[in-house]
């Protein structure tokens, strides 16, 4: 009896997702990474756009307290996430003390971004098994964030994963009722001259304050020269201005 050749199950077409700790060289890939994850969050967001700055962001590579991890498929980073063991930086928006009179530890995550064209595959939700694995490890409680309030997207997904909302900023906004700085357009007076006669608005004044040219806007070039001192400070001023 011939065995028939038992062939060998098709090789699925697997992709892997590996989590490792950044590197100086990963600086600029993770910077480019987050802009483009934030982009469109950003667009919809009043808080502080995300990332903060490109200079803040080099400054955490350097601090012992900040976890960041690089989350890659094939060599491409397709996640990032920042997490830090105490509240620090001089930017930072949490009372720690709100937490210890709570018995809380918390392990607070400064950044979680999975790439758009890899959300929805399992990434966002090994990152968060990841953090939740170093809150542990660290002897950690809680994992705290913070997450715009118009982030649907974002927040439904933290709520499926029982996040709750602590007590936080909600930011507010009053409608002052709006009047131009510049007032309306007025009507002038008569022409003196064509002003009823008898003691008018000209009554009192000398010949010169009481006719016409007062009243005429000098040629552009004659009121240059009359008011030399007041174009080079404002070059000045624009050139002191910093690019935008
Ligand atoms: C939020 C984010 C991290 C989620 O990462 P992700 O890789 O897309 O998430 P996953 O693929 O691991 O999660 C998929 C699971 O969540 C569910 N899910 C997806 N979107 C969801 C949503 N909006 N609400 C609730 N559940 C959602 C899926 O059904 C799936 O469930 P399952 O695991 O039971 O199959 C990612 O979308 C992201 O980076 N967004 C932009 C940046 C951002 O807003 N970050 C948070 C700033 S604080």
């Known amino acids: 009896m011939s065995a028939k050749k038992a062939t060998p199950p098709a090789k699925k077409d697997t992709l892997e997702v590996r989590v490792r700790r950044i590197h100086r060289r990963d600086l600029n890939r993770v910077w480019e990474f987050l802009k483009l994850v934030f982009r469109d969050v950003n667009r919809e967001t009043v808080e502080y756009q995300r990332p903060r700055s490109k200079r803040r962001f080099l400054e955490v590579y350097t ?113 002052v009722p709006g ?8 009507e002038l007076k008569p022409r003196p001259a064509q002003a009823a006669k008898g003691p008018g608005p000209s009554a009192g004044l000398m010949p010169e304050e009481v006719s016409g040219p007062a009243l005429v806007r000098k040629p552009r070039a004659a009121r240059k020269t009359t008011t030399p001192a007041r174009k080079p400070a404002t070059a000045a001023r624009k050139k002191a201005r910093p690019a935008r």
């Open 179 to 186: 009047e131009p700085d510049l007032l309306p357009p007025r």
């Open 63 to 175: 601090s012992e307290w900040i976890e960041q991890l690089v989350y890659e498929v094939e060599g491409q980073i397709v996640g990032y996430s920042e997490c830090a063991f105490e509240a620090s930086g001089d930017d930072n928006w949490v009372n720690p003390r709100w937490f210890e009179k709570r018995g809380m530890r918390p392990l607070f995550v400064e950044e979680l971004a999975v790439h758009p064209g890899y959300q929805g595959r399992g990434v966002g939700g090994f990152i968060m098994e990841q953090l939740q694995h170093l809150a542990r490890t660290r002897g950690c409680t809680h994992l705290v964030l913070e997450v715009a309030e118009n982030n649907d997207s974002a927040l439904s997904w933290y709520r499926a994963r029982n996040f709750y909302k602590l007590d936080a900023a909600i930011f507010l906004a009053q409608k």
